[in-house]
């Protein structure tokens, strides 16, 4: 069965702390995708990475950094946590040459900033 | 700016009628279309989707339509079914980008 997995589901941080999400997929993926859930505001895409140690910014990627040293890894840096970063995080994950249906969501990562 | 655009924040219909729910987008070389669904407390998953040399998709009670030249697609579902009640997200995508909309939030009541 495939899986994306990520590996904290619920964390509260303080403001201003370091923050990591990791995301592990064991599908040999090439895509892989960090997005953020508010009410209203739908899945907005933060970074994503078409390879090892290749990172794009996509529509929100400010306060946010990426890194993707291992093809099965893509991890979400908030380097300095706000409240305003406070959100559901989404990782997902699709092959080269995807056909739309074979993207492959986490289960998602509620993080509340304090 | 968000490239991809579900005005309707919300849309209520009685079971058995159709719901239709609307996705615009502004990037042409968006060349992929896809709809997805979400409960509450769970990941996307996915529903329909249609390529830009189609114009329609149909699924048993789902239907996706796409007009290009209005970078419009809709979603058609009937009869609606309360267990249709849920966040439905439009996405657009190129070859390694994927957008999505703000999400509808359909209820259907019995």
């Known amino acids: 069965d495939v899986k994306v997995t990520q590996s904290s589901r619920y964390l509260v941080k303080r403001t201003g702390e370091k923050v990591f999400l990791e995301c592990v997929q064991d599908m040999d993926h090439e895509n892989m995708f960090w997005y953020r859930q508010d009410p209203g505001l739908g899945l907005r895409l933060i970074y994503f990475?078409?390879?090892?140690?290749?990172?794009e910014k996509g529509d929100i990627p400010e306060g946010y950094s990426v890194s993707r040293e291992k093809k099965e890894r893509f991890s979400l840096i908030l380097e300095s946590a706000s409240t305003n970063q406070t959100s559901m995080y989404l990782c997902a994950s699709i092959p080269e040459g995807h056909s739309g249906n074979t993207i492959y969501f986490g289960e998602g990562s509620w993080l509340t900033v304090v | 700016d968000q490239q991809v655009k579900q005005n309707s924040p919300s849309l209520s219909v009685q079971e058995g009628r159709i719901s239709i729910l609307n996705c615009d987008y502004t990037?042409?070389?968006?060349?992929?279309f896809l709809w997805y669904k979400k409960y509450p407390a769970e990941g996307p998953t996915f529903l329909i989707s249609i390529s830009s040399i189609k114009d329609k998709n149909e699924d048993g009670r789902f239907t996706v339509f796409l007009n290009k030249s209005a970078k419009h697609l809709s979603l058609h579902i009937v009869p609606s079914q309360p267990g249709d009640s849920a966040v439905y997200f439009c996405?657009?995508?190129?070859?390694?980008?994927?957008?999505f909309g703000a999400g509808t939030r359909l209820t259907v009541k019995p």
């Open positions: 996405a657009a995508s190129a070859r390694d980008d994927m957008r």
């Open positions: 990037n042409s070389m968006f060349d992929y």
């Open positions: 990475s078409y390879d090892v140690k290749m990172k």
